[in-house]
C-alpha cells in the first residue's frame, strides 16, 4: 500500500524560507511523477509544482517561479519543496501527491496523497 508522508511544515515569517519533504513508500513511481499542491483556508486545492521521476523535469506554478524548487532523491524516494521569500498569502496546508503512469502525470491527475503539512507565514 503506497503511503506518502509529508514533514517540514511550520511557521515562517515573511521573505523566509522552508523546506518539505515528502516520503513514498509501498510503491515506486519510475514511470510517472510526484507534485506538491497547496490549500488555504476557504479556498480550492491549487497545483505548485510537479517533477517527473526519470528524467527530473519540472512544471511551476507561476506565481512560485523563480522561488521554489522542487527536487526528487531516487535512493530514498522523496522529494523535496525547496521554498524561499514566502508570502503570507502562502499559507496553506501543502500537499504531495505521486501517480505511476506517466500519462496521468502529464494531466495532473494523482492517485496517492498525503495527509498535508501546514505552513505558516506570518505577515
Known amino acids: 500500500q503506497v503511503q506518502l508522508v509529508e514533514s517540514g511544515g511550520g511557521l515562517v515569517q515573511a521573505g523566509g524560507s522552508l523546506q518539505l519533504s515528502c516520503s513514498a513508500s509501498?510503491?515506486?513511481?519510475?514511470?510517472?511523477?510526484m507534485a506538491w499542491y497547496r490549500q488555504a483556508p476557504g479556498k480550492e486545492r491549487e497545483f505548485v509544482a510537479r517533477i517527473r521521476w526519470t528524467d527530473g523535469r519540472t512544471l511551476y506554478a507561476d506565481s512560485v517561479k523563480g522561488r521554489f524548487t522542487i527536487s526528487r532523491d531516487f535512493a530514498e524516494s522523496k522529494m523535496t519543496l525547496q521554498m524561499s521569500s514566502l508570502k503570507p498569502e502562502e499559507t496553506a496546508v501543502y500537499y504531495c501527491?505521486?501517480?505511476?503512469?506517466?500519462?496521468?502525470?502529464?494531466?495532473?491527475?494523482?492517485?496517492?496523497w498525503g495527509q498535508g503539512t501546514q505552513v505558516t507565514v506570518s505577515p
Open positions: 501527491a505521486a501517480v505511476s503512469d506517466i500519462r496521468k502525470w502529464l494531466m495532473g491527475q494523482y492517485d496517492y
Open positions: 509501498g510503491g515506486t513511481f519510475t514511470n510517472g511523477g
